[in-house]
């Protein structure tokens, strides 16, 4: 896991529909293998078209925010603790 400062910095490159994704995950409780979500769902929950879905997830993968594995031929998706850490950061600053 990332260390407070470390998120901080991190945050500050991530894009709105980063967020979106990260916020989708959580809202609907995405936080393990067993409550993983389909790139579709996400889609949808975060309203955002297909490529920036996919761009948005290859992002947060990269930075360990949100982790992938493969069920059949379906890729989905769950947050991890570094996602649900950079979500309270970001929530912290609106507060």
Do not use: P
């Not at 407070?4 to 709105?16: A, F, P, V």
Request: with cysteine; proline share 0%; charged share 25%.
């Amino acid at each position: 896991m990332f260390c407070k400062n470390c998120l901080k910095e991190i945050k500050t490159n991530l894009r709105r529909d980063d967020i979106l994704v990260l916020i989708a995950l959580n809202e609907k409780n995405a936080f393990n293998n067993q409550c993983s979500l389909s790139r579709e769902t996400i889609q949808q929950l975060a309203e955002l078209t297909l490529a920036r879905t996919v761009n948005s997830l290859m992002r947060l993968e990269s930075c360990c925010f949100v982790e992938r594995s493969l069920w059949g031929k379906v890729h989905r998706y769950h947050i991890t603790e570094n996602g649900i850490e950079i979500l309270k950061i970001l929530n912290e600053e609106v507060l």
